[in-house]
């Protein structure tokens, strides 16, 4: 059973940064897909960005791409979300998110494809 802790999480102003990080135990880490996902008031949980087991290719939403990294340190058992240039929009409980098996690239962003879920962090920006 993979558990899932996430930490960094917290408020900034418009314009600044957050780093979350996501530490994995209970599994082989370097064969875990994984992802970030968040859900703002009253939405739907939606894809962040997502990090592939082998290669490390990364996947993004649209509304993050240019201002958001996610990053993986196999030795660690960890996974990052650098976010930069932030946006009242961007207010949301961020979730960690893995799983074991390959999925296709049209996949990545679906919350059922990931069958391991941390307890999420709130980040709140102010503009």
């Known amino acids: 059973q993979v558990q899932l802790v996430e930490s960094g999480g917290g408020s900034a102003q418009a314009g600044g940064s957050l780093r979350l990080s996501c530490a994995a135990s209970g599994g082989t880490f370097s064969v875990l897909r994984m992802g970030w996902f968040r859900q703002g008031p009253g939405k739907e949980r939606q894809f962040v960005a997502a990090?592939?087991?082998?290669?490390?290719?990364?996947y993004y939403a649209d509304s993050v791409k240019g201002r958001f990294t996610i990053s993986r340190d196999n030795a660690k058992n960890t996974v990052s979300l650098q976010m930069d240039s932030l946006k009242s929009e961007d207010t949301a409980v961020y979730y960690c998110?893995?799983?074991?098996?390959?999925?296709?690239?049209?996949?990545?962003?679906?919350?059922?494809?990931?069958?391991?879920w941390g307890q999420g962090t709130q980040v709140t920006v102010s503009s």
């Open positions: 990090i592939s087991r082998n290669n490390g290719n990364t």
């Open positions: 998110a893995a799983d074991r098996r390959w999925v296709a690239v049209t996949r990545v962003a679906v919350t059922t494809e990931y069958e391991y």
